[in-house]
């Protein structure tokens, strides 16, 4: 969304200018609720709009840790004068309007972007959503995640709040938030992730796709240079 409806305020507000201050909040998700309605649109070209009472019904029938945490970081503020100034616009009329706002919404999704959390969910989706077997054994799962992590935690470019290694207990918690299920053995460490659905279902591929974005910002850069 641009920020010209921002950027009019400003122009209307001359005596307050340069106290009008930007504070950017950071919200972000391990699991999105509405996924499986955004990738049924983008299959079928056609949005589906749920009514209040079965928008109810489907949270009230999630299970718990379905949707994993929910991250929520208050950035620096930004001080929209100085900010136009720093940008040459501190002058705005009707001429540089659009432009500007086009440049303020460009800057503030890219500050939101810096700040996403790489997260152990968007770890796991990566690892799924690359593997070409049917069945993923979790010790296979366990050692990829590993590398992705000490990658990112190493990286201080790459924002995250994880502390520790993906340790199994977790990521069986983020397999199942995903929709998939797994075959346990009498030893834990050889049970599998069935990851038939993913070939099965279009809408599966798209949600695992989403949710490992939030790494391509690490790794395309490497990429390109390699």
Not at 188 to 195: G, R, S
Request: proline share 3%; aromatic share 8%.
């Amino acid at each position: 969304m641009s920020m010209l409806w921002l950027l009019d305020a400003y122009m209307n507000l001359a005596v307050y200018q340069k106290n009008l201050t930007i504070v950017p909040v950071m919200v972000s998700y391990d699991r999105i609720f509405e996924y499986q309605n955004l990738a049924t649109e983008m299959v079928a070209g056609e949005p589906r709009r749920l009514s209040f009472n079965e928008s109810m019904k489907k949270i009230w029938n999630l299970d718990v840790d379905q949707l994993g945490t929910v991250y929520v970081k208050y950035l620096e503020p930004i001080n929209l004068h100085s900010y136009l100034k720093s940008k040459g616009c501190e002058n705005l009329d009707v001429n540089n309007l659009e432009s500007t706002a086009f440049t303020l919404t460009e800057d503030l999704l890219t500050i939101q972007q810096q700040n996403t959390p790489r997260t152990l969910n968007s770890i796991i989706s990566t690892c799924l959503l690359q593997e070409k077997a049917q069945l993923m054994p979790m010790k296979d799962l366990l050692e990829k995640s590993t590398v992705i992590y000490d990658y990112i935690k190493q990286k201080k470019t790459s924002t995250t709040y994880m502390n520790v290694k993906p340790q199994q207990p977790l990521v069986e918690k983020h397999i199942a938030g995903l929709g998939f299920e797994m075959n346990k053995k009498g030893d834990k460490k050889k049970c599998e992730v069935k990851l038939a659905r993913k070939d099965e279902d279009l809408r599966v591929m798209l949600g695992l796709a989403h949710y490992s974005m939030q790494l391509s910002s690490v790794f395309i850069l490497e990429g390109i240079v390699a």
